[in-house]
């Protein structure tokens, strides 16, 4: 059965274009008002949605996104906000996909964190800190459940790391554009393109390129060689910097429509 993730990204292939995926963490910019945020990145023009599971401890993310997550967590945000959230993009139409550090779904269980996410109409997980060689007990239940597993590489990985991970992700692969945490770079690293050319020897999955891009014109050249173009720590800053949840959404939503026509104006023959 061909996922939901799935389906989205081949009809943005059709379309000649790359997807855009936005990411924003759960309880954020409030937990009143995060729903509101997420469907205003989707109504800007953003194909997927990628919903963060606030950890306290978390191992990826820069020092933008760790202050939105500070943020979600003092209003005493929880795995069932997250749910709610997933809940509020799926209603759009638009897949959800969570991205959780492994302890949290450990904590539940895998079992039960799929059937809630299922339940909320969730596509599937982004996983940044789980190896694939130790994954099945997450692999196993997702695939039951119609979930995807997202898998992450990055340009140091080797070429039996990227066959690992290409072999256990579904719906797509997740490309570091580099080696470090999540934030906004005033360029991207010149090896992005190198290594979806490597996952892509090893796969037909989609492979999307995050981390570090934030502006129209960096979204045009990730968009240039890869499925799709995943930005974060942009969006984060819209909200961070707006006077009110409102300003935020009319941001994000501006953010999302620059970030499209830049993507847009990519070639869609080098994809």
């Given at each position: 059965?061909?996922?939901?993730?799935?389906?989205?990204?081949?009809?943005?292939?059709?379309?000649?274009?790359?997807?855009?995926?936005?990411?924003?963490?759960?309880?954020?910019?409030?937990?009143?008002?995060?729903?509101?945020?997420?469907?205003?990145?989707?109504?800007?023009?953003?194909?997927?949605?990628?919903?963060?599971?606030?950890?306290?401890?978390?191992?990826?993310?820069?020092?933008?996104?760790?202050?939105?997550?500070?943020?979600?967590?003092?209003?005493?945000?929880?795995?069932?906000?997250?749910?709610?959230?997933?809940?509020?993009?799926?209603?759009?139409?638009?897949?959800?996909?969570?991205?959780?550090?492994?302890?949290?779904?450990?904590?539940?269980?895998?079992?039960?964190?799929?059937?809630?996410?299922?339940?909320?109409?969730?596509?599937?997980?982004?996983?940044?800190?789980?190896?694939?060689?130790?994954?099945?007990?997450?692999?196993?239940v997702a695939a039951s459940a119609g979930l995807d597993s997202v898998f992450l590489v990055a340009p140091s990985s080797s070429e039996d790391r990227i066959a690992k991970v290409a072999a256990a992700s579904?719906?797509?692969?997740?490309?570091?554009?580099?080696?470090?945490?999540?934030?906004?770079?005033?360029?991207?690293?010149g090896t992005a393109a190198a290594l979806v050319e490597r996952v892509r020897a090893r796969t037909e999955l989609p492979v999307c390129v995050g981390l570090g891009v934030s502006t129209p014109e960096q979204?045009?050249?990730?968009?240039?060689?890869?499925?799709?173009?995943?930005?974060?720590?942009?969006?984060?800053?819209?909200?961070?910097?707006?006077?009110?949840?409102?300003?935020?959404?009319?941001?994000?939503?501006?953010?999302?429509?620059?970030?499209?026509?830049?993507?847009?104006?990519?070639?869609?023959?080098?994809?």
């Open positions: 059965m061909v996922s939901v993730l799935s389906e989205r990204l081949a009809a943005v292939r059709g379309a000649g274009r790359a997807a855009l995926v936005g990411y924003l963490p759960a309880g954020f910019p409030s937990r009143a008002d995060s729903a509101a945020a997420l469907q205003a990145m989707v109504e800007g023009g953003v194909d997927v949605v990628e919903i963060g599971l606030p950890y306290s401890d978390p191992v990826l993310d820069g020092p933008v996104i760790q202050e939105a997550v500070d943020r979600a967590l003092s209003d005493g945000t929880t795995p069932l906000d997250v749910f709610a959230d997933v809940a509020a993009v799926a209603a759009t139409g638009t897949p959800a996909l969570v991205m959780t550090y492994w302890n949290p779904i450990e904590r539940i269980g895998p079992q039960r964190f799929a059937e809630m996410l299922v339940e909320a109409g969730g596509a599937g997980v982004i996983l940044p800190d789980l190896p694939p060689e130790e994954a099945s007990a997450w692999t196993s579904s719906g797509f692969v997740y490309a570091a554009s580099l080696m470090g945490v999540t934030g906004v770079r005033s360029s991207l690293s979204a045009r050249e990730v968009a240039g060689y890869a499925d799709g173009v995943i930005v974060g720590s942009a969006f984060v800053r819209r909200f961070l910097d707006a006077p009110d949840a409102e300003a935020g959404r009319t941001a994000a939503r501006e953010l999302a429509g620059a970030l499209r026509e830049g993507i847009a104006s990519a070639s869609a023959g080098t994809r």
